[in-house]
C-alpha cells in the first residue's frame, strides 16, 4: 500500500478535531453492552437498524454501520471493553455474507531522549550516542479485515496488514475459522456449543487481557492510549483454542506451535505451547462490571518463541533510546523491553477490570520466567501497570486517563535488575464512532543499565498525537 492513501486517511481524522462541523457529529445509540457470555438470542444487539439507512435519515453514519458477522467485535467504538466474543450472535444468519473492514492510524511525534552512557566507538562511531529526534509524522499504518459468515455461528477470519512500521509492503496477520454453533444436526453437540466456542488457525493468542486494549498496527481504537505496554505480551500462533462461556464464567485452554510460522523441521528443538484462562465477568448491577482472569503460558523446548518479541508491527514511539545508526524497522521496538525469553518461558498475567458508570480501571499483574538456548539458568521478569480512564458525555465521546506502567527483571550480561517506569497522561475525541483523535504526555526512564549500555540513564518524554479511522 502506498503510504500517502494511509496519511490521507489518518490526517482526515486529525483534521475532523479542528472542524466547526464535526463537533455536531456526535455519535448516537446505545452505550457499548458489556461482554456476557449468555446462551444465543434470536434477537439482534447491534443498534444499527435497516430503517436507520432509508433516504433523509442520517442516525446510522452516528451509530457505526451495521454489523453483519455473528459472534463478533466491531472494529470501531463499539468494541471498547469486548474482551472475548459472547456466546450472543448480534445478528441473524441470513446464508453467507462477507464483510470488509479497516484501520488506519498515523501519529504526530514531539518526543526528546538523553541518556548518560559512556562512548562505545565501533569502527570510530559512538554506538552509544542518540538519535537526533524532534517533531514530524510517523510513518502511518494500516489493517484491512475480511470476514465470511459461511454457515450459522461459523466465522473465517483474516487481518492484513498493508502498511506497518516493521514492514511498508502488504502482509497476512492472522488467519482463523470460529465456530460458535454446531453444522451438525446432533441434539447434544448443538446443546454443547451453546456454551463453547472454537478457534483453529493461525490468529492472536489469547493470553492475558492486555491485548484486547493495545492498538494493533493500523487500528487503535481499544488503546485509550498511544503506546502499548513495555512489556508486550502480543503474538500470532498456530494452534487452536477452546472457550467454554457459561454464567459469567470465561475458561479457556489453548495449544499452539509457539513461533510465527509453522514447520516440521528440528523437530528436537522446537514443542509445544500451552495457554490457559479462567475468569469471571459480570454485570453487578446496571452501572458495575467486574472482571477478573488468570491465565498462563507455557513452553519448555522452542527455538525462537514469540511471546514478548511477536508484534510485527513496531512501537508507537519512534527512534526512542536508539543510536544514530538505527532504522525505523530495524529498531522497531523502541521504547519496549523484550526479556528475551526466545527458548523457554512460563509466563502468568493477572488482569482485574472495574467499569463504574464512566471510570475503568485495567490492571496487568505478571510474572514471566524462561531462557534463550544459550543460557543454562532462567531469569526472571515481572511487569505491573494500571489504567484509569474516566468516559464522559453523550454516548462516551470523550475521555481521559492515565497509565503507569514498570516493568523490570534480568537481563543476559547484565549484574542485577533492569528496567523502566513509564507515565501516560492522556485523552481522545471520539469525533463519530469510527473516527478518534487522541493526545498524551508519556514519560519513560530506564534504570538498573550499566554505563556502557545506551539505556544508561535514559529517558524520554514529550507529547504525542494520533488519529484513528476504523469501520
Known amino acids: 500500500m502506498r503510504t500517502t492513501f494511509g496519511t ?3 490526517l482526515t481524522a486529525l483534521l475532523a478535531v479542528a472542524s466547526p462541523t464535526a463537533a455536531q457529529q456526535v455519535a448516537e445509540g446505545s452505550a457499548v453492552a458489556p461482554n456476557t457470555t449468555s446462551a444465543p438470542k434470536a434477537t439482534p444487539v447491534d443498534d444499527t437498524t435497516t430503517a436507520d439507512t432509508t433516504a433523509g435519515n442520517d442516525s446510522a453514519w452516528k451509530k457505526g454501520r451495521p454489523i453483519a458477522m455473528q459472534y463478533y467485535r466491531a472494529l470501531d467504538q463499539r468494541g471498547i471493553n469486548v474482551f472475548e466474543t ?3 450472535p448480534g445478528v441473524e444468519s441470513t446464508g453467507f455474507k462477507l464483510d470488509f473492514g479497516a484501520g488506519f492510524t498515523s501519529q504526530v511525534q514531539n518526543l526528546s531522549h538523553s541518556n548518560t552512557a559512556t ?7 559512538n554506538a552509544n550516542q542518540l538519535a537526533d529526534i524532534g517533531f514530524g509524522f510517523n510513518n502511518p499504518t494500516a489493517n484491512l479485515y475480511i470476514n465470511a459468515q459461511i454457515a450459522p455461528g461459523i466465522r473465517v477470519a483474516l487481518t492484513s496488514y498493508l502498511s506497518a512500521r516493521h514492514h511498508n509492503e502488504t502482509w497476512v496477520k492472522d488467519g482463523y475459522i470460529q465456530i460458535d454453533q454446531s453444522p451438525i444436526d446432533f441434539a447434544p453437540l448443538k446443546a454443547l456449543m451453546e456454551i463453547v466456542t472454537v478457534r483453529v488457525g493461525d490468529m492472536e493468542i489469547n493470553y492475558g487481557d492486555a491485548h484486547f486494549r493495545r492498538s494493533d498496527n493500523g487500528n487503535a481504537v481499544y488503546n485509550p492510549f498511544v503506546g502499548n505496554y513495555i512489556m508486550d505480551a502480543f503474538t500470532t500462533q498456530i494452534g487452536g483454542e477452546v472457550y467454554l462461556k457459561a454464567a459469567n464464567i470465561i475458561a479457556m485452554g489453548a495449544i499452539t506451535g509457539g513461533e510465527l510460522r509453522g514447520t516440521v523441521l528440528t ?25 477478573v482472569t488468570g491465565s498462563m503460558y ?4 522452542a527455538m525462537s518463541d514469540t511471546l514478548y518479541s511477536g508484534d510485527r508491527a513496531g512501537s508507537r514511539y519512534y527512534y526512542v533510546l536508539e543510536n544514530t545508526a538505527a532504522t525505523e524497522s530495524a529498531q522497531k521496538d523502541s521504547g519496549l523491553l523484550n526479556p528475551g525469553f526466545s527458548n523457554k518461558v512460563t509466563a502468568f498475567q493477572m488482569n482485574p477490570f472495574v467499569k463504574f458508570r464512566g471510570l475503568e480501571f485495567f490492571g496487568v499483574i505478571e510474572r514471566a520466567q524462561g531462557k534463550a538456548a544459550s543460557e543454562t539458568t532462567e531469569r526472571v521478569w515481572n511487569q505491573y501497570a494500571i489504567d484509569t480512564v474516566y468516559r464522559f458525555l453523550a454516548d462516551d465521546k470523550l475521555f ?33 464512532r469510527n473516527v478518534l483523535a487522541k493526545a498524551e504526555y508519556v514519560n519513560q526512564t530506564y534504570f538498573g543499565y550499566p554505563d556502557t549500555n545506551i539505556k544508561s540513564g535514559g529517558k524520554f518524554n514529550g507529547m504525542m498525537l494520533e488519529g484513528v479511522i476504523a469501520f
Open 267 to 291: 523437530p528436537e528443538k522446537r514443542g509445544p505451547v500451552y495457554i490457559g484462562k479462567l475468569g469471571v465477568d459480570r454485570q453487578l448491577t446496571n452501572d458495575l462490571r467486574v472482571r
Open 8 to 10: 490521507a486517511a489518518a
Open 86 to 88: 459472547t456466546k450472543t
Open 400 to 432: 481521559v486517563g492515565t497509565r503507569y506502567n514498570r516493568a523490570q527483571g534480568d537481563l543476559v550480561g547484565i549484574t542485577g535488575q533492569v528496567g523502566a517506569n513509564r507515565w501516560e497522561f492522556g485523552g481522545g475525541w471520539f469525533v463519530t
Open 119 to 125: 562512548p562505545n566507538l565501533v569502527s570510530g562511531v
Open 298 to 301: 507455557k513452553t519448555d523446548k
